[in-house]
C-alpha cells in the first residue's frame, strides 16, 4: 500500500509549491495575449463596422455617456466662454468582442489604441478649442469586459462657448452649457444616453475666483438636419456672479465719488477755485472708472445693470458741478441788487426826512386843519365797509415751515446751497432704493 500512496504526496507537493504556483499565474496573465488575438485579430474585428443594437438586432447602437468635471478654470465675460477639464466616459455593449474569463480571472482587457475597435463619432457641438492630455502617457484607455461591454475614458481640455445674457450684471446668473453629439451615425444607427444614477459628477474643492457653481441639470438636445437627426447630450451649468468683488471695487467707491461731490454745497458760495476744482476732480474720477467697466464687458447693445447705477452717479456728480454754477450765478444776481439798493438809499433817506405836517399848511403860511363831517352819509359808511374787506384780504398769509426756515438764509445762492445738502441725499437714496429692489428681486432671464 505504500509505494501507491507515495507518488500521490510526491505530486500534491509539487502542485503546491510556491514557484508553481507562480509558475501558473504568470501563464495566466499571458492568457490576455491569446484572447486579444483571438477576438482582435485579422479577419475576426472589423473596426469600421458600428455594433449591433440592444438584443442583438438591426436596432441602433445606444452609448450611455457620463463626465467628471476636474476643474474649470475661467469664466470669460469678454469672449463669452469658459474652459474645463474633464473625464469623459463612454460605455457600449459590441458582442462581437466577447471572450472567456476563466472563471472570473480575466475581469477585463485593456487597450490604449482606440483604432483597434469600433468608436462613436461624438463631438463637442460648442468647442472651440481643445486637446489631449500626454504627460507622462496618454490619458486614455478601453476596457472591454468579457460580455463584450466596452469602457472608454479620456481626459481632456476644453474651451467652450457659453453666450451670455448680461442685462443683469454683475447681479446675473449665467448657464453655460456642454453638448455632445454624434457627427455621422443619425439616430437609425447611433443613440447617445446619459449613464443611469449619476451622469455627472463634480469634483468636490471645485473653486472659480468670481462666480459659484450652484447646479448642474443633464439632458437632450437632438438635432434635425437636412441629411437626417443627430442623437445629442447637454450639460447645463448654472454659475451665479460673486457679488462681494463687484461691491468693494465699483458700488462703493462709487458712493463715495458721489458723496464727495455733495461736500461743495457746504463750502462758501465765494470760494470758487475749491468749488470747482472739486466739481471737475469727482466728474472726471467717474468718468474714469465708468471707462473702465466698461473696457472689461463686451460691447453690447442693451443697458446692463451696472450701465445704470454708473449713469446715475456720474448724473449727480455732474448735477453738483451744475449747482455750483447756478449758485455763482445767483450770488452775482444778489450783488447786483445789493449795489441798487446801495445807489437807492440816500434818495430815501432824503423823501423820509421831509417834515410830513408841511403838508397841512396853506401857501400863506396857515394851518389847514381837516373836519370830520358830523353827518356821515351812507354812502361814506359803504365805503368804508368796503375799505376795511379790502384790508382784511391784504392781510400777509401765514407763513408756512418751509419758507419760514428759507426766511433765514436772506441770499437767494445760499438758499440753493441748503435746499441742495437736503434734496441730493434724499433722491439719492430713493435711487438705491429702487435700484436694489429692482435688480436684487428680479427673475433671471434665461440666455439660451
Known sequence: MWPGVLPLLVLLAVLLHPSRCTQIK???????????????????????????????????????????????????????????????????LDERLRFNDFGGRLKYLTLTEANRVWMPDLFFSNEKEGHFHNIIMPNVYIRIFPNGSVLYSIRISLTLSCPMNLKLYPLDRQICSLRMASYGWTTDDL???????????????????????????TDYCN????????????????????????????????????????????????????????????????????????????????????????????????????????VNYASRSDMHSDNIKKQFAPEMEHSSSIDPSSELLEPDGSANFAMKPLVRHPEDSMSMDKLQQ?????????????????????????????????FFPIVFALFNLVYWSTYLFREEEGNE
Request: charged share 20%; aromatic share 12%.
Open 191 to 217: 443613440v447617445f444616453l446619459w449613464k443611469e444614477g449619476d451622469p455627472v459628477q463634480v469634483v468636490k474643492n471645485l473653486h472659480l475666483p468670481r462666480f459659484t457653481l450652484e447646479k448642474f441639470l
Open 223 to 326: 438635432s434635425k438636419t437636412n441629411t437626417g437627426e443627430y442623437s445629442c447630450l447637454k450639460v447645463d451649468l448654472m454659475f451665479k456672479r460673486e457679488f462681494s468683488y463687484y461691491l468693494i471695487q465699483i458700488y462703493i467707491p462709487c458712493c463715495m465719488l458721489v458723496i464727495v461731490s455733495w461736500v461743495s454745497f457746504w463750502l462758501d458760495q465765494s470760494a470758487v477755485p475749491a468749488r470747482v476744482s472739486l466739481g471737475v476732480t469727482t466728474l472726471l474720477t467717474m468718468a474714469t472708472q465708468t471707462s473702465g467697466i466698461n473696457a472689461s464687458l463686451p460691447p453690447v447693445s442693451y443697458t446692463k445693470a451696472i450701465d445704470v447705477w454708473t449713469g446715475v452717479c456720474l448724473t449727480f456728480v455732474f448735477g453738483a458741478l451744475l449747482e455750483f454754477a447756478l
Open 390 to 422: 379790502c384790508e382784511i384780504h391784504m392781510q400777509p398769509r401765514k407763513k408756512n415751515c418751509c419758507r419760514s426756515w428759507l426766511s433765514k438764509f436772506p441770499t437767494r445762492s445760499k438758499r440753493i446751497d441748503v435746499i441742495s445738502r437736503i
Open 26 to 92: 504568470v501563464n495566466f496573465r499571458e492568457k490576455e495575449k491569446q484572447v486579444l488575438d483571438n477576438i482582435l485579430g485579422p479577419g475576426r474585428y472589423d473596426a469600421r463596422i458600428r455594433p449591433s443594437g440592444e438584443n442583438g438586432t438591426d436596432g441602433p447602437a445606444v452609448v450611455r455617456v457620463n463626465i467628471f468635471v476636474r476643474s474649470i478654470s475661467k469664466i470669460d465675460d469678454v469672449t463669452m466662454e469658459y474652459s474645463v477639464q474633464l473625464t469623459f466616459r463612454e460605455q457600449w
